[in-house]
């Protein structure tokens, strides 16, 4: 019995890496100088950016500041880069 279990798992695992190295190019995926690119955008406009929070198809989702204020950034392929209202921090009890 444990020897069929563990061929199964032996067989689940195998099966798997295939499947998992199809995935690693994704629309959600982005490149370093895709990244370098939407940072020289938002800086461009004034802001500094923080962090990337999600890309798809080519669009960034950075969070980024701009004075005392928090924003989220929408840069484009062709480096436009749109801003929300500033993030309003949760306020703590």
Do not use: S
């Given at each position: 019995m444990r020897k069929c279990v563990f061929a199964a798992i032996i067989m689940l695992v195998s099966v798997g890496e295939p499947v998992?190295?199809?995935t690693n190019s994704i629309v959600n995926d982005y490149t370093p100088a895709e990244?370098?690119?939407a940072d020289?955008?938002?800086r461009s406009k004034g802001y500094t950016p923080l962090a990337v929070t999600q890309a798809q198809a080519g669009i960034l989702f950075?969070?980024?500041r701009k004075?005392?204020?928090t924003y989220l950034l929408t840069v484009t392929p062709d480096h436009q880069v749109y801003?929300?209202?500033p993030i309003i921090p949760p306020v703590s009890h």
């Open positions: 998992l190295a199809q990244e370098r690119a020289a955008a938002a950075l969070t980024a004075g005392n204020d801003a929300n209202q």
